[in-house]
């Protein structure tokens, strides 16, 4: 499956953004699909994740309440949808995609898009 990311952009602090990942080339419902992120000089951490069907998520701690993530299966797309947004929320975003078991560790996911960049000014 190749994954396209898009949405990023520069924001304020406290304001909103939504990324979309656009999902072509299998069966999109097939997989489980994540959303990790990586700031400036650091290492790739998990963000959301959201099962086949669309009816489990996980959020790291760090923004929940905040940030939703859903999946429409007929687009072959998953959206992260991110409010109240910090300047620690900037970094590089990216969706991921696995086939097998419902879980966030990085290693174990498959397909990968391109990502995009967040950034949130104070």
């Known amino acids: 499956v190749q994954l396209q990311a898009s949405g990023g952009g520069l924001v304020q602090d406290g304001g909103s953004l939504r990324l979309s990942c656009a999902a072509s080339g299998r069966t999109f419902s097939n997989y489980v699909v994540g959303w990790f992120r990586q700031p400036p000089g650091l290492e790739r951490e998990f963000v959301a994740v959201?099962?086949?069907?669309?009816?489990?998520?996980y959020y790291t701690e760090s923004v929940k309440g905040r940030f939703t993530i859903a999946r429409d299966n007929v687009k072959n797309t998953v959206y992260l949808q991110m409010n109240s947004l910090k300047p620690e929320d900037t970094a590089v975003y990216y969706c991921?995609?696995?086939?097998?078991?419902?879980?966030?560790?990085?290693?174990?996911?498959?397909?990968w898009g391109q990502g995009t960049l967040v950034t949130v000014s104070s």
């Open positions: 991921a995609a696995k086939d097998g078991q419902f879980n966030w560790f990085h290693y174990d996911y498959d397909y």
């Open positions: 959201i099962s086949r069907s669309g009816g489990s998520t």
